[in-house]
């Protein structure tokens, strides 16, 4: 076996959780030299991972890949979870990505705070080893706090990394993570659930409908999934109806003014709501009752929209549709 280089330097996906954390940990104590990588997109951010860097002192690289991911999330390879989730393609580009990264600036190999066994859908053994060879990454990734349990992998059997000095956690439990915590000083984290908007249904429901609808996707229309109620119209046209007064502010920072159009109450007090896709006079009109009708106006009174449209601003008067005439309509 060749001498290993010094120092050692690794490149670690991180959540900012605390696997993510105890695995930096677990490769610190021996020596190695970590940095994590964060990635970013609409669906899940880097500011629990810039967290757990600030506490650490481990730097943090922070990389946005929403285009990428949009074109794996479109047709993952292994399917979604429960909900749009693609967990194991999820996690095959990433290392793929950190990959490139690792080869660029010279680190030695990557790793994650995977647990065998931990979640359902992305880390059976079977997902790990997909992720490996799907990742082109076969034989670079560790995983420190479960490679005891798992075949050695070439940064093992090259002295890297000591085999011995890893940990063989495996399976649901978070009791053995949280000891390790005490042990190691560790206080400060968050808590394992949440964090990823593809796992949740209404989310989902929004985005599912987005690609059925549009060949072309820009970011701020993955933003927009996020606020709002959601009202498909017709293939050609949705509209989006702020719920209450933050989301209407940003709802008037998320709007694509080239390509949508947004309507404001201006005889009364009411939501913002957007139309996106074709922009008819038709679709227009009725965007503008849409407005009026989620707001105060009395049934039979019309009330005054101001519409903003790529170069055109008009002002109608108009009846409202009432919400539960839109029932059929609301993807969520
Ligand atoms: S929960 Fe979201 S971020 Fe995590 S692996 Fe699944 S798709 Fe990726």
Known sequence: MKKPPSPVRALGLCSGGLDSILSALVLKRQGINVTWVSFETPFFSSEKAKAASEQTGIPLIVQNITPLYLSMLRNPNMGYGKNMNPCTDCHALMFQL?????????YHFLFSGEVAGQ?????????LRYVEKHSGMDGFIVRPLSARILPETMVEKEGLVDREQL?????????????LAGEWGVTDYPSPAGGCLLTDAGFSRRLRDLFDHEETIQESDLNLLKYGRHIRLSPQVKVIVGRNQAENKILEG?????????????????????LAGTLSDMA????????????KVPPGEKGAVAAIAPGKTTLLSTFGTRPDELKPFIIC
Request: proline residues 6%.
């Open 98 to 106: 950190a990959g490139e990264i690792m080869k660029k600036e010279g």
């Open 119 to 127: 979640r359902p859908m992305s880390q059976r053994k079977s997902a």
């Open 167 to 179: 940990l063989d956690l495996s399976g649901r439990s978070r009791k053995p993570q949280m000891a």
């Open 254 to 274: 998320l709007v694509d003014r080239t390509r949508q159009a947004i309507f404001s109450p201006s005889s009364f007090s009411g939501p913002r709501v957007i």
């Open 284 to 295: 227009i009109t009725k965007a503008a009752a849409i407005c009026v009708g989620y707001s």
